[in-house]
């Protein structure tokens, strides 16, 4: 495989297939929102996937990691009851992940947390459909929660999903930062930048399709993601 160059984009493609004329240089995103790069390669039709920020491209199977995109020192949040946030993912390879988890660092009586997973709408960017519904789990304890969630992907951008209900508990969070795939504020103001999409008084199931609102937050949940493929 030729070696990565750093060279300066020429021509952006957009498309269910690559095009057989790819120049060295050249941006092209797939139908499963897979951004690639054309290299050096002899007849110019190699794409290499470029992974950008807060994208995960190597996987260490049975073992936890964080959701990317997360920078600066662990510390707490309390989300907003019954809202959920949606926050990007961005898988640069196909495999599985099998569990889902997260810490409550202050319980809340009756409180539960609901994860999931959504597909991402390739016209709009934004979530679209229920990839994974990981349920709710208790927050009433605090400690490491730990959800069974099964789900295969490919690469693409996904969403991770999550809400308080019932009561507001404090999690372990991370500040978050603005990726560039949360478009819609009014304000062009960099104070108010958006990293979230949120629906508001979701109280139980998540919206198999939600109208979502740009929301710029400060810290978000760590949510820890395990892959087994």
Do not use: C
């Given at each position: 495989m030729p070696s990565r160059k750093n060279v300066v984009p020429t021509r952006l493609w957009v498309g269910s297939t690559t095009p057989s004329d790819l120049r060295t240089g050249d941006l092209y995103m797939d139908s499963t929102d897979r951004v690639l790069v054309g290299t050096s390669d002899a007849d110019n039709s190699r794409v290499?996937?470029?992974?950008?920020?807060?994208?995960?491209?190597?996987y260490a199977t049975a073992s936890f990691g964080p959701m990317p995109g997360l920078v600066?020192?662990?510390?707490?949040?309390?989300?907003?009851?019954a809202t959920a946030h949606y926050y990007p993912l961005v898988l640069?390879?196909?495999?599985?992940i099998d569990q889902l988890a997260f810490e409550v660092t202050t319980a809340?009586?009756?409180?539960?947390?609901?994860?999931?997973?959504?597909?991402?709408?390739?016209?709009?960017?934004?979530p679209t459909t229920v990839g994974l519904d990981a349920g709710v789990t208790s927050a009433t304890t605090t400690g490491v929660k730990t959800v069974a969630a099964v789900f295969a992907f490919n690469p693409g951008i996904y969403?991770?999903?999550?809400?308080s209900q019932g009561g507001t508990p404090t999690l372990r969070s991370q500040q978050a930062v603005t990726t560039g795939l949360v478009y819609g504020t009014s304000s062009a103001a960099t104070s108010t930048a958006a990293n979230v999409y949120t629906v508001a008084s979701v109280s139980g199931a998540f919206p198999a399709s939600p109208t979502v609102t740009a929301t710029p937050v400060t810290t978000i949940p760590i949510i820890q993601i395990r892959f087994s493929a």
């Amino acid at each position: 495989m030729p070696s990565r160059k750093n060279v300066v984009p020429t021509r952006l493609w957009v498309g269910s297939t690559t095009p057989s004329d790819l120049r060295t240089g050249d941006l092209y995103m797939d139908s499963t929102d897979r951004v690639l790069v054309g290299t050096s390669d002899a007849d110019n039709s190699r794409v290499e996937l470029m992974a950008g920020p807060g994208q995960i491209t190597r996987y260490a199977t049975a073992s936890f990691g964080p959701m990317p995109g997360l920078v600066g020192n662990v510390s707490t949040v309390t989300p907003t009851l019954a809202t959920a946030h949606y926050y990007p993912l961005v898988l640069g390879r196909s495999g599985a992940i099998d569990q889902l988890a997260f810490e409550v660092t202050t319980a809340a009586l009756s409180s539960t947390v609901r994860l999931a997973i959504y597909n991402s709408d390739p016209v709009t960017g934004k979530p679209t459909t229920v990839g994974l519904d990981a349920g709710v789990t208790s927050a009433t304890t605090t400690g490491v929660k730990t959800v069974a969630a099964v789900f295969a992907f490919n690469p693409g951008i996904y969403w991770i999903a999550y809400a308080s209900q019932g009561g507001t508990p404090t999690l372990r969070s991370q500040q978050a930062v603005t990726t560039g795939l949360v478009y819609g504020t009014s304000s062009a103001a960099t104070s108010t930048a958006a990293n979230v999409y949120t629906v508001a008084s979701v109280s139980g199931a998540f919206p198999a399709s939600p109208t979502v609102t740009a929301t710029p937050v400060t810290t978000i949940p760590i949510i820890q993601i395990r892959f087994s493929a």
